[in-house]
């Protein structure tokens, strides 16, 4: 049984750091793919926007638009079959609900909805 668990939100600052992670269980790292999505008040999860993803096949893929480059990095530690974003030089538009969601479709998918497994979430909120 595929299981992920968020943790590490919280609150911070505008130009604060964070590092969500997301500890996996009932699959192989590489095998599928996990993707970090962003869930704003009003918008389903199904259509959140998708941040980074990770896979075997892919490495590392930055998906965020021109406001998160380079300020969102997706690692993973496959002994602990967790996986992780850092997040720089945070923003009050990062305000967001974080959810990691695993599948075999490959990074090349960015569509939420097409993910099969995601976990709880995890609350993210900017604000000074």
């Known amino acids: 049984q595929v299981q992920l668990v968020e943790s590490g939100g919280g609150l911070v600052q505008p130009g604060e750091i964070l590092r969500p992670s997301c500890a996996t269980s009932?699959?192989?790292?590489?095998?599928?793919?996990v993707g970090w999505f962003r869930q704003v008040p009003g918008k389903e999860r199904d259509r959140s926007d998708g941040?980074?993803?990770?896979?075997?096949?892919?490495?590392?893929?930055?998906w965020s638009d021109e406001s998160m480059k380079g300020r969102f990095t997706i690692s993973t530690d496959n002994a602990k079959n967790t996986v992780y974003l850092d997040m720089t030089n945070a923003k009050l538009e990062d305000t967001a609900v974080y959810y990691c969601?695993?599948?075999?479709?490959?990074?090349?998918?960015?569509?939420?909805?097409?993910?099969?497994?995601w976990g709880r979430g995890t609350q993210v909120t900017v604000s000074s």
């Open positions: 941040v980074s993803c990770i896979s075997n096949s892919a490495g590392a893929v930055t």
């Open positions: 969601a695993a599948d075999v479709v490959g990074c090349h998918v960015l569509v939420a909805a097409a993910w099969e497994y």
């Open positions: 009932g699959l192989t790292l590489d095998d599928y793919a």
